[in-house]
């Protein structure tokens, strides 16, 4: 049982939640090749005021690998918020149509407006640079798949991390394990930010910022790459003066642990050379996959689906 009934912000995911969600993600995982029907007679309604290849086609998917049904919305134009409309209204009006919601937009706190009134679950697929709970969760799934483990593990962000929605909503989702160790490699003008830095050194993390990755790659158990959010950018020259900064490639990983998994929440840009596709520490492609077990569990567990 989860102690949410919308997912927002990771804020509201205890750990208890996180194992609930993951112990069913592997059960998932292991009948994979099994369509359920336990959502039959459900619908999932599926807003995408952004673009998104992985997050909406595999929460679309796995309402259908449950059994049940998806409306979809792929353009922000499509919906009568281009008349006017106010999110919060969509959502009271949505919640008379579909079971649970799940939702992307450009504005933080946008879904949050959309959920004030809304009385099905709603779930944040995505808002501006501000949370991306379902991938965090698929995020901890990878990392545990391939680690065996979580806590006092040794980290590293690589990138964006000041716009990027995926590796600030991990951090925090990590703050909830033990004796983390997390190098935050980036650009001086995309740190992250201190509130989150001082989150988990308070919780009992050790936290270490730089500039670059020299020499450090040895040391980690995982390293997740990102990609700097271009569409966050009002200036363009500033994204030009920080973009291709880290590129990871065969080379890079000499003297790595043969256990490292190399992560990226994708679509990567110029971060990891294809050259590394075949790497046995390639894990982006099945962190990917692993995203709709993930989001079944998730809508079992929020609907309260029967196992
Ligand atoms: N990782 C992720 O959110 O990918 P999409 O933007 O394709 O959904």
New binding site residues.
């Given amino acids: 049982m989860l102690s949410f009934q919308n997912l927002l912000s990771v804020n509201e995911l205890s750990r208890a939640d996180v194992d609930v969600i993951l112990k069913r993600a592997t059960q998932f995982h292991e009948t994979s090749h099994q369509i359920s029907e336990v959502a039959k007679g459900k619908i999932l309604a599926s807003l995408f005021f952004e673009?998104?290849?992985?997050?909406?086609f595999s929460f679309e998917a796995a309402m259908y690998r449950l059994g049940g049904h998806v409306v979809t919305m792929e353009s922000s134009l499509a919906s009568s918020i281009q008349k006017g409309e106010t999110l919060s209204d969509m959502g009271r009006i949505m919640s008379g149509y579909c079971d649970i919601v799940t939702m992307?937009h450009a504005i933080p706190y946008s879904i949050k407006e959309f959920a004030q009134h809304a009385t099905v679950p709603v779930i944040n697929?995505?808002d501006g640079p501000n949370q991306?709970p379902s991938?965090s969760l698929l995020d901890a799934y990878t990392i545990k798949f391939f680690q065996k483990k979580i806590d006092h593990l040794t980290i590293g962000f690589v990138g964006d991390l000041k716009f990027g929605r995926?590796v600030n909503s991990l951090m925090q989702l990590l703050s909830l394990f033990s004796g983390i160790t997390f190098y935050c490699i980036s650009h001086p003008t995309l740190r992250v930010s201190p509130d989150l830095v001082a989150t988990l050194k308070n919780s009992g993390h050790t936290v270490i910022e730089m500039d670059n990755m020299n020499d450090l790659l040895p040391e980690l158990d995982v390293v997740y790459m990102t990609r700097v959010q271009k569409e966050r950018f009002v200036n363009e020259k500033e994204y030009l003066e920080v973009k291709d900064h880290f590129l990871l490639t065969p080379e890079s990983l000499v003297g790595c642990k043969s256990t490292l998994s190399i992560l990226h929440?994708?679509?990567r840009v110029n971060e990891i050379s294809p050259a590394l596709d075949a790497h046995p520490a390639a894990h982006f492609f099945d962190q990917?996959k692993f995203?709709l077990f993930v989001r079944m569990a998730l809508i079992s567990e929020m609907l309260k689906l029967e196992k």
Avoid: E
């Avoid at 673009?51 to 909406?56: D, E, G, V």
């Fill in positions: 673009p998104s290849t992985r997050t909406r992307r697929a995505g991306h991938q995926t929440p994708l679509p990917a995203g």
